[in-house]
Every structure is written in C-alpha cells, then in structure tokens.
C-alpha cells in the first residue's frame, strides 16, 4: 500500500475504474451470449437483442474498453449471424 497521499488516491480511483470497466466488459460478453443463444434457440425477440448487442458494443468502444477494429469486427459478424 502506497504512503503518500496522492497515490493513496490513485490507487482508489483505479479500483473504481477497473470494477466500473470490468463491469462494462461484462455486460457487452452478456449481451452478445444472450443474442447468440437466443439465435440457436430461435427465439422470437431476436431483434431486440441483436440491437442491444449492437448497442452494448458501440458503448464500450465509445468508453473506450475496446478499440474501434474490435468493435466493427465484432459487430460484422454479429450481423453475419444474425442474417444467417
């Protein structure tokens, strides 16, 4: 543990960021599983899904947590699986 204050206060804002980023990253994986589940299962709200994937990958890219290639990259073929 640090001693001098400042990095005291770093530490603990770091601990915020990455449970905050960490959660983030958690909810895109989400979104994207239950889209792909819900596309084997044949599931009737496939749309709303799609988008709320769609939607979850752009957030973490605009944040940051993921760089743009990735999220195009992800996005590209989540589309592909969705018009499969």
């Known amino acids: ?10 530490v603990k804002t770091n ?5 905050k ?17 819900a596309k ?3 599931a009737d709200n496939l749309d709303e899904l799609y988008r709320g994937a769609i ?3 752009d957030h973490a890219a605009a ?3 993921i760089k743009a290639n990735k999220a195009a990259r992800d996005k590209s ?6 018009n499969k």
Do not use: H
């Open 63 to 65: 944040k940051g947590l």
């Open 21 to 37: 980023n960490a959660a983030q990253m958690s909810a895109m994986r989400t979104a994207i599983k239950k889209f792909d589940n």
């Open 55 to 57: 939607s979850a990958i």
């Open 1 to 10: 543990m640090p001693i001098i204050k400042s990095a005291i206060k770093r």
């Open 40 to 42: 084997v299962a044949g």
């Open 15 to 19: 601990e915020k960021a990455a449970a």
């Open 77 to 82: 073929r989540l589309a592909a699986r969705y």
